[in-house]
C-alpha cells in the first residue's frame, strides 16, 4: 500500500467545515451537554464489559450441557463485537471521557477482545479517517484477494460471486484480525515516519494476545471440563459472531450504493476533507435505537467520520444538523433508511464489483472519482 499524498485535500474553502463545527458547537452549548459519555453511556459500557465477563466465567465454569455452552459463546461473540463498538472504538477516538487516562484504560478492552488497540488506531484512526476510501491508502479497501470493495480492472472469474460468499467469509474477519492483521500492520511501514514497529512494541503485542487467550480459550480448557476440541469449537464460533458483526457493520458505511471512491493522486478530485467525508460514508438505520445500542453509533458513520471525538451516543441528535448543513452546500448526504436495506444495498455493489473489467456498472455502484464533482 503506498503511502498516502500529503496534500490531498482542498484547503481553499472550508466553509463546510466551519459551518458543521458552529453548528454543533451551538447544540452542546444550548442543551449545556458534554461531548463525552453520558450516564447511560456508563450503563452501557458496564452492560458489554460485565456480560462479557459474566458470560465467559460461565462458560470456564463447565456448568452448562455442551449445546447450550455452544449458544452461549455465539452470545459472547455478539458481545465481544459490542465491546469493540461501543466501548473501544470510542476509548481509542478519544471520545469516550475528556480524561486520556481513562480513554486509554477503557482503549484495553480492545486488547482483551484480541484485537490491538495500538494498531487499530493507526490503522483506522489515522489513517482510514483521514484517507476514507482513497484507493491505495485506505487499508480497509484492501481486505484480500477474494473481495473487491472498490472498481478495479484486476477482477477474477471468481469474484462474480463475491455477493453470495462474502458473508460467510466475514465469519473470519475476526480470527484473522487476531492471528494476522495486528502483526502485519506493526511489520508494515508506518505511513507518517516509514518506521516499523520496535522490540518493545512488539513484546507488547504478543502479550496482549496471550492475554486473550489465556482468557478466552485458556480458562474454559483449564477449568470447563470440556474437552479440547468443543472448546476450540466454541472459541473459533465465538469469533466467527463478532467478525460477521464487525465486518457487515463497517461495510455498510463504506461499501453501499451511493458512496464514493477516489484515487490517490492528489492531482485529481481534491476535495475539502469535510466533503470527502460527506461522498465517501454513508448512515444507515437512523432512529434505530437498537441499531445505536448495538452498533456503538456507527449506524451514523457520516457524524462518526466528521466528529470522531464525540461520543457517540450523541450523534442521534447531530445527525438532522449534518443534514442540513450538507444539503445547504448542495452535497449528497447518503443514507438507507434500515439495516436489511443497507445489507441488500452493500451485496448488490458487491456484486457489480465482482464483474470483469469493461461490463456495464448497475446504477449505484460506487465510482473512482477523479475529478472534483462540483466546482
Not at 279 to 294: E, G, H, V
Not at 339 to 344: E, G, I, K, M, R
Request: aromatic fraction near 10%.
Amino acid at each position: 500500500m503506498s503511502a498516502p499524498v500529503r496534500d490531498h485535500f482542498d484547503s481553499s474553502d472550508t466553509s463546510l467545515q466551519r459551518d458543521l463545527k458552529a453548528r454543533v458547537d451551538a447544540y452542546f452549548a444550548d442543551a449545556k451537554l458534554s461531548r463525552h459519555a453520558t450516564l447511560g453511556m456508563v450503563l452501557k459500557t458496564a452492560f458489554y464489559l460485565g456480560g462479557a465477563a459474566s458470560l465467559l466465567a460461565l462458560l470456564a465454569s463447565g456448568l452448562l450441557p455442551p449445546w447450550l455452552a455452544l449458544l452461549g459463546s455465539l452470545l459472547l461473540g455478539a458481545l465481544v463485537a459490542g465491546i469493540g463498538f461501543n466501548v473501544g472504538h470510542d476509548a481509542i477516538h478519544g471520545a469516550w471521557s475528556a480524561r486520556p487516562r481513562v480513554n486509554a484504560l477503557l482503549s484495553r478492552s480492545f486488547d482483551l477482545i484480541g484485537a490491538s488497540s495500538f494498531y487499530w488506531a493507526k490503522a483506522h484512526n489515522v489513517v482510514h479517517h483521514t484517507y476514507t476510501n482513497i484507493t491505495g491508502v485506505d487499508g480497509d479497501l484492501e481486505p484480500g484477494p477474494w473481495l473487491l470493495f472498490y472498481p478495479r480492472a484486476d477482477t477474477w472469474r471468481l469474484h462474480r460471486f463475491q455477493h453470495l460468499y462474502a458473508m460467510p467469509l466475514y465469519c473470519l474477519t475476526s480470527i484473522v484480525w487476531i492471528l494476522k492483521k495486528d502483526l502485519s500492520e506493526a511489520l508494515k511501514p508506518d505511513l507518517r515516519t516509514g518506521k516499523t514497529a520496535t522490540a518493545l512494541e512488539l513484546w507488547q503485542l504478543f502479550a496482549w494476545k496471550g492475554i486473550h487467550l489465556a482468557l478466552f480459550l485458556g480458562l474454559p480448557l483449564v477449568f470447563s471440563g470440556y474437552p479440547a476440541w468443543q472448546v476450540l469449537v466454541g472459541y473459533l464460533a465465538m469469533h466467527a459472531v463478532a467478525g460477521l458483526s464487525l465486518a457487515v457493520v463497517f461495510q455498510l458505511a463504506h461499501v453501499v450504493e451511493g458512496v464514493e471512491y477516489r484515487p490517490s493522486d492528489a492531482g485529481r478530485g481534491r476535495l475539502p476533507w469535510a466533503e470527502h467525508q460527506l461522498r465517501t460514508t454513508a448512515d444507515f438505520a437512523p432512529n434505530s435505537a437498537l441499531a445505536m445500542f448495538a452498533c456503538g453509533g456507527l449506524n451514523y458513520q457520516i457524524e462518526h467520520h466528521l466528529f470522531a471525538r464525540i461520543c457517540h451516543v450523541h450523534y442521534d441528535a447531530l445527525a438532522p444538523i449534518v443534514e442540513d448543513v450538507a444539503r445547504t452546500h448542495g452535497i449528497p448526504y447518503v443514507r438507507n433508511s434500515g439495516f436489511w436495506s443497507a445489507c441488500a444495498s452493500h451485496l448488490r455493489v458487491m456484486k457489480q464489483l465482482g464483474r470483469p473489467h469493461g461490463e456495464e456498472a448497475g446504477a449505484g455502484t460506487p465510482q473512482l472519482v477523479e475529478a472534483p464533482a462540483k466546482g
